[in-house]
């Protein structure tokens, strides 16, 4: 499992969550099952249900009565507990980043390391937009405003008119798309300038943001009184959603009070502060050195 993804954070997640023998548990991202193998260990009676939508994770199903994988997006999670009859549940774990196999399989699209077509879907399946088709038929001021939403990207309307005049000729492949923006990257900075590119890419073609605006609040809904939720995010996009949420549970604005000024919510921050990997782990897993966990409990 080492070799497909390395659960990021591992202890401090199951510190988070205190997990309970007898509890049901959600892992939203099951990817290498690496954090669900762990929640397993510490249940006897209690139930897990993992979900991911990449069809690459069914070959690390976990063999065991008290699991059950469901091949859907993170978003569907209140849909599809509802299904196997779970109205409550005690703790949601996600892991939002990208696994280590769906960035070292060169065919994904998802890394500007290899040579291949822009695909970048975590489901194909059910999503019919690709990197590659997003970039041949979104306007110009459509591009120019995911690089610079998604991805931060400075000279954003550069980016996206080089991509515009050079793409008549059709962007197909990561090097083609290299080679239609080369002369907007500065020099010396093309690995950290493609990662942002590929990150808004990404996140459009998979509709990233909405999904976990999703997943939080159906979590929300979920958790039984006293229940938590666990969420390692890598880039600030994530983070500060995940943060605004359990702060004030909305994504944007101040949290809502009652007639005495108290606030509103369902969920309690727990570390005011996001716990990030020890220089340990960084060394062993150089992908974890980005990753920032925040975790919430249901309010009583």
């Known amino acids: 499992m080492a070799a497909y993804h390395t659960p990021v954070l591992l202890t401090n997640c199951m510190e988070a969550l205190r997990i309970r ?6 892992d939203a991202t099951f990817g290498g099952g690496g954090h669900s193998r762990e929640i397993l260990g510490r249940i006897t009676t209690g139930k897990l249900f993992a979900f991911d939508c990449d069809e690459d994770a069914l070959k690390n199903r976990i063999d065991d009565s008290r699991f059950v994988l469901i091949n859907q997006n993170f978003r ?4 599809f507990l509802h299904k196997y009859g779970v109205t409550q549940i005690d703790g949601l774990l996600a892991d939002l980043g990208v696994s280590s196999h769906q960035l070292d399989s060169p065919g994904r699209g998802f890394s500007s ?8 879907r975590m489901d194909k399946r059910r999503n019919k937009l690709t990197a590659a088709s997003l970039l041949n038929n979104y306007p110009e001021n459509k591009l120019k405003e995911i690089f610079s939403r998604h991805g931060e990207i400075k000279n ?26 080369e002369e907007c990257v500065e020099k010396g900075n093309e690995n950290q300038y ?4 590929f990150q808004a890419l990404r996140i459009e073609v998979n509709d990233e943001l909405n999904a976990l605006k999703d997943l939080l609040l159906q979590a929300d809904e979920m958790l039984k009184p006293g229940g938590r939720i666990a969420v390692i995010s890598y880039h600030s ?12 549970g909305k994504f944007r604005g101040e949290a809502e009070k009652d007639l005495y000024g108290n606030v509103q919510r369902g969920l309690k921050m727990i570390n005011a502060k996001p716990i990030v990997p020890g220089t340990d782990e960084i060394k062993q897993n150089s992908r974890a050195r980005s990753a920032k966990l925040r975790v919430a409990e249901k309010e009583t």
């Not at 996009?237 to 359990?246: G, M, T």
């Open 76 to 79: 569907e999670l209140k849909f």
């Open 156 to 181: 954003a309307g550069r980016l996206a008119k080089s991509i515009v005049i050079k793409g008549k000729q059709r962007i197909r492949t990561v090097n083609e798309l290299k080679k239609a923006i």
């Open 21 to 26: 023998h007898d509890g049901i548990y959600a």
């Open 237 to 248: 996009l994530e983070d500060r959603l995940v943060k605004q949420f359990f702060r004030t």
């Open 194 to 197: 493609c990662a942002k590119m």
């Open 113 to 120: 390391r290899f040579d291949s077509e822009l695909d970048m």
